[in-house]
């Protein structure tokens, strides 16, 4: 892989632990942030092995001030990758989610990555080159009764990702939305419900990393929900909720 700069957020496990194993290489400098420190190292050191530069930031999101303050001072960034997400549904007998649990979902699900790619999209702008990447989810494309904050933040997160797209593409800066289904990863661990096609993060991060070289502006991996999302567009907007009402 030819030298790069490369910026990872949530990436102490998952599939941005994944994709930074992906792209470590000779040649490649890894930024890579993430709330726990111990799992973090333990990644960057997997990372060293197979060549790659690696520095760590232990952060967390919900600062955003400070969060687009670190930002402005990183490297130059060939790729910078905004994976960082929580995940939350709420439990069937409880009527509404908590105050506390919607905005800490919007804060790192949502403000999180808008306020860093706009600050990252001003200094690849300048350059005239770069490639942003907003990891999003599947469920932006369907209103979950069981995570109505979760499906909001990841819905809002595509209409930026592809708006942010059309508006950099004149400057010479690629804007990529990934739409994860079922990875094995321990958010997804959480749920509880049948999770089909689920495939292992370092499969999704694989199909991620290849998308991305090739400049792709979607990705939804696997690959079987983008004909389920498909299919389920094609549906009468009431029967689509009549459906989810009995998820």
């Not at 942003?132 to 109505?148: D, K, Q, R």
């Not at 029967?239 to 989810?244: K, S």
């Amino acid at each position: 892989m030819p030298a790069k700069t490369i910026l990872i957020t949530g990436a102490s496990s998952g599939i941005g632990a994944a994709l930074a194993r992906a792209y470590a290489g000779a040649g490649v400098t890894l930024l890579l942030w993430g709330r726990d420190e111990k799992r973090l190292d333990a990644v960057a050191v997997d990372c060293r092995a197979r060549g790659a530069v690696v520095a760590i930031q232990v952060f967390d999101l919900r600062d955003a001030a400070g969060f687009a303050g670190l930002l402005a001072e990183a490297p130059a960034l060939d790729i910078a990758i905004f994976n960082a997400g929580l995940g939350g549904s709420a439990p069937a007998d409880v009527l509404a989610e908590t105050p506390e649990a919607a905005r800490a979902l919007a804060e790192v699900n949502f403000t999180a990555p808008v306020v860093g790619a706009n600050v990252i999209a001003g200094a690849m702008a300048a350059r005239g080159a770069g490639h942003i990447v907003l990891v999003g989810s599947i469920t932006e494309s369907f209103p979950l009764p069981m995570a109505p904050t979760y499906a909001a933040t990841k819905a809002g997160l595509k209409m930026f990702a592809e708006a942010l797209g059309i508006r950099m593409a004149r400057h010479g800066v690629k804007v990529t939305l990934v739409s994860p289904g079922f990875i094995d990863t321990p958010m997804s661990r959480k749920v509880i419900e049948p999770k089909p096609f689920l495939i292992s993060a370092e499969a999704a991060a694989a199909i991620i990393v290849r998308k991305i070289e090739a400049g792709a502006r979607t990705i939804v991996v696997p690959w079987q929900f983008a004909v389920i999302r498909g299919f389920a567009n094609l549906l009468p907007r009431a029967l689509l909720r009549a459906i989810l009402s009995r998820v």
